[in-house]
Protein backbone atom coordinates (compact mmCIF):
# COMPACT_ATOMS: atom_id res chain seq x y z
CA UNK A 1 0.00 0.00 0.00
CA UNK A 2 1.42 3.36 -1.15
CA UNK A 3 2.04 6.21 1.58
CA UNK A 4 0.41 9.32 1.75
CA UNK A 5 2.90 12.65 1.31
CA UNK A 6 2.06 13.43 4.94
CA UNK A 7 3.53 10.46 6.39
CA UNK A 8 6.56 10.50 4.24
CA UNK A 9 7.30 13.80 6.05
CA UNK A 10 6.82 12.77 9.01
CA UNK A 11 9.73 10.12 8.73
CA UNK A 12 12.27 12.41 6.95
CA UNK A 13 12.04 15.32 9.03
CA UNK A 14 13.15 18.13 6.66
CA UNK A 15 11.38 21.55 6.15
CA UNK A 16 12.24 23.15 3.22
CA UNK A 17 10.27 24.42 0.04
CA UNK A 18 10.03 22.00 -3.35
CA UNK A 19 9.11 22.59 -6.67
CA UNK A 20 7.90 25.86 -6.20
CA UNK A 21 9.80 26.91 -9.34
CA UNK A 22 7.07 28.74 -11.32
CA UNK A 23 7.75 32.14 -9.86
CA UNK A 24 4.66 32.51 -8.26
CA UNK A 25 3.42 34.33 -4.58
CA UNK A 26 1.75 31.69 -2.72
CA UNK A 27 -0.52 33.25 -0.33
CA UNK A 28 -2.56 30.53 0.25
CA UNK A 29 -1.93 26.93 2.53
CA UNK A 30 1.46 27.66 4.60
CA UNK A 31 4.57 26.45 2.95
CA UNK A 32 6.33 23.65 4.77
CA UNK A 33 7.82 20.76 2.36
CA UNK A 34 10.60 19.12 1.80
CA UNK A 35 14.17 19.43 0.72
CA UNK A 36 13.71 17.36 -2.59
CA UNK A 37 10.75 17.02 -4.42
CA UNK A 38 8.43 13.72 -3.49
CA UNK A 39 5.99 14.50 -5.65
CA UNK A 40 5.92 17.10 -9.02
CA UNK A 41 4.13 18.51 -11.43
CA UNK A 42 5.36 17.34 -13.96
CA UNK A 43 3.42 18.07 -17.39
CA UNK A 44 0.81 20.45 -18.45
CA UNK A 45 -1.80 20.74 -21.85
CA UNK A 46 -4.51 23.26 -21.60
CA UNK A 47 -5.33 22.69 -25.30
CA UNK A 48 -5.58 18.76 -25.73
CA UNK A 49 -8.02 18.89 -29.37
CA UNK A 50 -6.99 15.12 -30.28
CA UNK A 51 -3.62 14.31 -28.04
CA UNK A 52 -4.91 12.39 -25.54
CA UNK A 53 -8.36 10.31 -24.75
CA UNK A 54 -9.69 10.28 -21.44
CA UNK A 55 -11.75 7.05 -20.19
CA UNK A 56 -14.86 8.41 -21.43
CA UNK A 57 -13.33 9.57 -25.07
CA UNK A 58 -13.38 12.93 -24.61
CA UNK A 59 -10.03 15.02 -24.97
CA UNK A 60 -9.90 17.35 -22.03
CA UNK A 61 -7.32 19.72 -20.03
CA UNK A 62 -4.92 17.51 -18.27
CA UNK A 63 -2.05 17.90 -15.80
CA UNK A 64 0.87 14.74 -14.91
CA UNK A 65 1.73 14.12 -11.60
CA UNK A 66 5.19 12.32 -11.27
CA UNK A 67 6.31 10.23 -7.83
CA UNK A 68 10.19 11.12 -8.13
CA UNK A 69 10.60 8.67 -5.23
CA UNK A 70 11.65 4.90 -4.31
CA UNK A 71 7.69 4.42 -2.88
CA UNK A 72 4.13 4.62 -3.99
CA UNK A 73 2.45 7.54 -3.01
CA UNK A 74 -1.31 7.91 -3.03
CA UNK A 75 -2.90 11.34 -3.65
CA UNK A 76 -5.71 10.63 -2.58
CA UNK A 77 -7.04 12.80 -0.29
CA UNK A 78 -4.82 15.90 -1.58
CA UNK A 79 -5.88 19.29 -3.11
CA UNK A 80 -5.43 20.66 -6.68
CA UNK A 81 -6.22 23.72 -8.01
CA UNK A 82 -5.38 26.11 -10.80
CA UNK A 83 -5.28 28.95 -8.89
CA UNK A 84 -2.75 28.90 -5.87
CA UNK A 85 -3.78 32.52 -4.39
CA UNK A 86 -6.92 30.68 -3.36
CA UNK A 87 -8.04 29.73 0.37
CA UNK A 88 -7.69 25.90 0.91
CA UNK A 89 -11.08 25.56 1.37
CA UNK A 90 -11.29 26.43 -2.44
CA UNK A 91 -9.20 24.03 -3.30
CA UNK A 92 -10.50 20.81 -5.21
CA UNK A 93 -9.82 17.85 -2.85
CA UNK A 94 -9.22 14.48 -4.42
CA UNK A 95 -11.18 11.79 -3.66
CA UNK A 96 -9.66 9.50 -1.17
CA UNK A 97 -11.80 6.68 -1.69
CA UNK A 98 -10.23 4.85 -4.78
CA UNK A 99 -6.16 4.20 -3.45
CA UNK A 100 -5.91 1.80 -6.48
CA UNK A 101 -6.28 4.50 -8.80
CA UNK A 102 -4.69 7.24 -7.15
CA UNK A 103 -1.63 5.43 -5.95
CA UNK A 104 1.33 6.35 -7.88
CA UNK A 105 3.67 3.89 -8.33
CA UNK A 106 7.69 4.39 -7.98
CA UNK A 107 9.28 6.29 -10.43
CA UNK A 108 5.50 7.06 -11.86
CA UNK A 109 3.30 9.14 -13.83
CA UNK A 110 -0.62 10.16 -12.70
CA UNK A 111 -2.40 12.20 -15.23
CA UNK A 112 -5.51 14.37 -13.63
CA UNK A 113 -8.25 15.42 -15.96
CA UNK A 114 -9.09 19.20 -15.49
CA UNK A 115 -12.40 18.97 -17.19
CA UNK A 116 -14.79 20.66 -14.52
CA UNK A 117 -16.09 16.78 -14.52
CA UNK A 118 -15.60 15.54 -11.39
CA UNK A 119 -18.38 12.75 -11.65
CA UNK A 120 -16.52 11.20 -14.14
CA UNK A 121 -14.12 9.73 -11.60
CA UNK A 122 -11.31 10.38 -8.76
CA UNK A 123 -8.78 11.26 -11.43
CA UNK A 124 -11.45 14.30 -13.25
CA UNK A 125 -11.06 17.72 -10.63
CA UNK A 126 -13.55 20.27 -11.09
CA UNK A 127 -11.91 22.87 -12.97
CA UNK A 128 -10.50 23.37 -16.09
CA UNK A 129 -7.33 25.29 -17.40
CA UNK A 130 -6.14 28.34 -19.33
CA UNK A 131 -4.49 27.95 -22.48
CA UNK A 132 -3.31 31.55 -22.18
CA UNK A 133 -1.21 30.35 -18.68
CA UNK A 134 -1.87 30.09 -15.06
CA UNK A 135 -1.00 28.46 -11.74
CA UNK A 136 -1.21 25.03 -10.87
CA UNK A 137 -0.83 23.73 -7.11
CA UNK A 138 -0.50 20.78 -5.15
CA UNK A 139 -1.05 20.62 -1.55
CA UNK A 140 -0.78 17.70 0.86
CA UNK A 141 -3.69 15.88 2.69
CA UNK A 142 -3.32 17.78 5.78
CA UNK A 143 -4.28 21.53 3.67
CA UNK A 144 -1.36 23.16 4.49
CA UNK A 145 2.00 21.66 3.13
CA UNK A 146 2.22 22.78 -0.69
CA UNK A 147 3.89 19.54 -2.28
CA UNK A 148 4.51 21.84 -5.19
CA UNK A 149 2.95 24.75 -7.94
CA UNK A 150 4.10 26.08 -11.46
CA UNK A 151 2.86 29.21 -13.43
CA UNK A 152 2.85 27.51 -16.61
CA UNK A 153 3.19 30.35 -20.10
CA UNK A 154 0.50 30.86 -22.86
CA UNK A 155 0.35 27.57 -25.00
CA UNK A 156 -0.91 26.60 -27.98
CA UNK A 157 -3.12 24.32 -28.78
CA UNK A 158 -2.13 20.64 -29.18
CA UNK A 159 1.13 21.59 -26.78
CA UNK A 160 2.19 20.56 -23.48
CA UNK A 161 4.56 21.93 -21.24
CA UNK A 162 6.96 19.81 -19.32
CA UNK A 163 9.94 18.91 -17.61
CA UNK A 164 12.96 17.75 -19.08
CA UNK A 165 13.86 15.20 -18.00
CA UNK A 166 11.13 13.70 -15.74
CA UNK A 167 10.98 15.94 -12.40
CA UNK A 168 14.13 18.27 -13.31
CA UNK A 169 14.05 22.20 -12.91
CA UNK A 170 13.91 22.37 -16.48
CA UNK A 171 10.56 23.20 -18.21
CA UNK A 172 10.01 22.79 -22.48
CA UNK A 173 6.99 22.40 -24.46
CA UNK A 174 6.22 18.84 -25.80
CA UNK A 175 4.88 18.57 -29.42
CA UNK A 176 4.22 15.79 -29.39
CA UNK A 177 3.16 15.43 -25.92
CA UNK A 178 4.12 12.71 -23.48
CA UNK A 179 0.81 12.56 -20.81
CA UNK A 180 1.49 9.46 -18.75
CA UNK A 181 4.88 8.34 -19.78
CA UNK A 182 8.63 9.51 -19.66
CA UNK A 183 9.00 13.16 -21.05
CA UNK A 184 11.54 12.01 -23.49
CA UNK A 185 9.24 10.25 -24.86
CA UNK A 186 8.92 10.48 -28.77
CA UNK A 187 6.07 9.79 -31.34
CA UNK A 188 6.20 6.84 -33.85
CA UNK A 189 6.96 8.84 -37.56
CA UNK A 190 4.15 7.27 -38.76
CA UNK A 191 0.86 8.65 -40.58
CA UNK A 192 -2.13 8.08 -42.35
CA UNK A 193 -0.76 8.43 -45.61
CA UNK A 194 -3.54 7.53 -48.11
CA UNK A 195 -7.20 5.78 -48.05
CA UNK A 196 -10.21 4.55 -50.14
CA UNK A 197 -13.42 4.02 -48.42
CA UNK A 198 -15.50 2.67 -51.58
CA UNK A 199 -12.83 0.13 -53.82
CA UNK A 200 -15.80 -1.40 -55.70
CA UNK A 201 -14.24 -0.65 -58.87
CA UNK A 202 -10.88 -1.07 -58.88
CA UNK A 203 -8.75 -4.53 -59.24
CA UNK A 204 -6.61 -3.87 -55.55
CA UNK A 205 -7.46 -6.65 -53.59
CA UNK A 206 -6.69 -8.63 -50.20
CA UNK A 207 -5.50 -12.03 -49.89
CA UNK A 208 -8.75 -13.32 -50.14
CA UNK A 209 -9.29 -11.71 -53.65
CA UNK A 210 -12.01 -8.91 -52.39
CA UNK A 211 -11.70 -5.44 -52.84
CA UNK A 212 -12.24 -3.80 -49.67
CA UNK A 213 -11.94 -0.34 -48.38
CA UNK A 214 -8.28 -0.07 -47.23
CA UNK A 215 -5.94 2.26 -45.25
CA UNK A 216 -2.08 2.79 -45.61
CA UNK A 217 0.10 3.58 -43.06
CA UNK A 218 3.60 5.38 -44.07
CA UNK A 219 6.94 5.39 -41.86
CA UNK A 220 8.05 8.79 -42.73
CA UNK A 221 11.06 7.95 -40.16
CA UNK A 222 14.70 5.97 -40.03
CA UNK A 223 13.81 3.02 -38.76
CA UNK A 224 11.34 0.44 -38.81
CA UNK A 225 8.13 0.11 -36.91
CA UNK A 226 6.13 -2.58 -35.45
CA UNK A 227 2.22 -1.11 -35.25
CA UNK A 228 1.17 -4.39 -33.46
CA UNK A 229 -0.43 -3.11 -30.41
CA UNK A 230 -1.83 0.41 -31.56
CA UNK A 231 -4.96 1.12 -31.94
CA UNK A 232 -6.79 2.37 -35.81
CA UNK A 233 -10.22 3.76 -35.57
CA UNK A 234 -12.87 5.44 -37.66
CA UNK A 235 -14.35 7.07 -34.42
CA UNK A 236 -11.81 9.59 -32.65
CA UNK A 237 -14.41 9.18 -29.68
CA UNK A 238 -13.52 5.46 -29.70
CA UNK A 239 -9.88 5.59 -30.13
CA UNK A 240 -9.03 2.08 -28.78
CA UNK A 241 -11.89 0.15 -31.42
CA UNK A 242 -9.66 -1.90 -32.80
CA UNK A 243 -6.33 -3.18 -31.30
CA UNK A 244 -3.74 -4.30 -33.99
CA UNK A 245 -2.66 -7.77 -32.65
CA UNK A 246 1.49 -7.79 -31.86
CA UNK A 247 1.59 -11.66 -32.72
CA UNK A 248 3.07 -11.44 -36.32
CA UNK A 249 5.68 -8.51 -36.40
CA UNK A 250 6.63 -9.63 -39.72
CA UNK A 251 3.50 -8.95 -41.04
CA UNK A 252 2.66 -5.54 -38.94
CA UNK A 253 6.44 -3.57 -39.29
CA UNK A 254 6.49 -0.92 -41.31
CA UNK A 255 10.63 -0.13 -42.88
CA UNK A 256 11.93 3.46 -43.13
CA UNK A 257 10.23 5.56 -45.93
CA UNK A 258 8.07 1.92 -46.12
CA UNK A 259 3.97 1.37 -46.44
CA UNK A 260 1.89 -0.72 -44.84
CA UNK A 261 -1.61 -1.18 -46.11
CA UNK A 262 -4.59 -2.02 -43.49
CA UNK A 263 -7.91 -3.40 -45.03
CA UNK A 264 -11.30 -1.76 -43.22
CA UNK A 265 -13.17 -4.76 -44.39
CA UNK A 266 -15.46 -5.95 -40.76
CA UNK A 267 -13.31 -9.16 -40.99
CA UNK A 268 -10.49 -9.41 -38.96
CA UNK A 269 -10.78 -12.81 -39.03
CA UNK A 270 -9.08 -12.80 -42.15
CA UNK A 271 -5.77 -11.94 -40.64
CA UNK A 272 -3.96 -9.06 -38.58
CA UNK A 273 -4.01 -6.24 -40.96
CA UNK A 274 -8.37 -6.70 -41.43
CA UNK A 275 -9.78 -4.53 -39.40
CA UNK A 276 -13.51 -5.48 -37.29
CA UNK A 277 -15.41 -1.91 -39.11
CA UNK A 278 -15.59 -0.69 -42.35
CA UNK A 279 -15.05 3.15 -43.70
CA UNK A 280 -18.25 5.41 -45.01
CA UNK A 281 -17.62 7.06 -48.41
CA UNK A 282 -20.54 9.62 -47.21
CA UNK A 283 -17.40 10.89 -44.59
CA UNK A 284 -15.98 10.31 -41.06
CA UNK A 285 -12.50 9.70 -39.48
CA UNK A 286 -9.22 7.73 -39.53
CA UNK A 287 -7.03 7.62 -36.20
CA UNK A 288 -4.13 6.12 -35.43
CA UNK A 289 -3.59 5.58 -31.41
CA UNK A 290 -0.90 4.44 -29.38
CA UNK A 291 -0.89 3.69 -25.41
CA UNK A 292 1.97 5.98 -23.29
CA UNK A 293 1.90 5.62 -20.08
CA UNK A 294 -1.94 5.67 -18.60
CA UNK A 295 -3.28 7.37 -21.62
CA UNK A 296 -3.58 7.20 -25.39
CA UNK A 297 -1.98 9.36 -27.85
CA UNK A 298 -3.10 10.31 -30.82
CA UNK A 299 -0.20 9.58 -33.32
CA UNK A 300 -2.16 10.53 -36.91
CA UNK A 301 -5.80 11.49 -37.77
CA UNK A 302 -7.80 12.54 -40.30
CA UNK A 303 -11.04 13.90 -40.68
CA UNK A 304 -13.05 13.28 -44.67
CA UNK A 305 -16.21 14.28 -46.52
CA UNK A 306 -17.86 12.28 -49.03
CA UNK A 307 -15.96 10.06 -51.15
CA UNK A 308 -16.07 9.28 -54.86
CA UNK A 309 -16.06 4.93 -55.86
CA UNK A 310 -12.59 3.83 -56.68
CA UNK A 311 -10.76 7.56 -55.90
CA UNK A 312 -8.61 7.51 -53.06
CA UNK A 313 -7.65 10.68 -50.93
CA UNK A 314 -4.00 11.00 -49.45
CA UNK A 315 -1.00 13.30 -49.34
CA UNK A 316 -0.25 14.70 -52.62
CA UNK A 317 3.72 13.34 -51.76
CA UNK A 318 3.95 11.31 -49.07
CA UNK A 319 4.01 12.41 -45.43
CA UNK A 320 3.02 15.69 -46.91
CA UNK A 321 0.21 18.27 -45.16
CA UNK A 322 -1.23 18.88 -48.73
CA UNK A 323 -4.30 16.34 -49.45
CA UNK A 324 -5.36 15.48 -52.87
CA UNK A 325 -7.61 13.07 -54.72
CA UNK A 326 -6.27 10.45 -56.58
CA UNK A 327 -8.06 8.36 -59.94
CA UNK A 328 -5.22 5.88 -59.98
CA UNK A 329 -4.49 5.02 -56.17
CA UNK A 330 -1.30 3.90 -55.14
CA UNK A 331 -2.20 1.54 -52.26
CA UNK A 332 1.57 0.41 -50.78
CA UNK A 333 3.22 2.87 -53.25
CA UNK A 334 4.38 6.27 -53.40
CA UNK A 335 1.64 8.40 -53.86
CA UNK A 336 1.41 10.91 -56.87
Not at 16 to 31: A, E, H, M, N
Amino acid sequence: MGRTFGAILHLTGLVSLIGCDGGTDISGPDVVATETGILVINEIMPGNDGTIADDHGEFDDWFEVFNTTDESVDIGGMYVADDTDLSIGEWWRIPDTDPSTTTIPPGGHLVLWADGQPDQGVLHVDFKLGASGESIGLVDADGETIVDTYAYPALASEVSYGRMPDGSDTWQTFDPATPGGDNSFVSPTLVINEFLADNDSTSYADEAGETEDWIEIYNTGSEAIDIGGMYVTDDLTEPTKTQIPSTDPGATTIQPGGFLVLWADGEPEQGVLHMDWKLSADGEEIGLVVTNGSGLVVVDAVTFDIQTEGVSQGRSSDGSGVWAFFDEPTPGGTNG
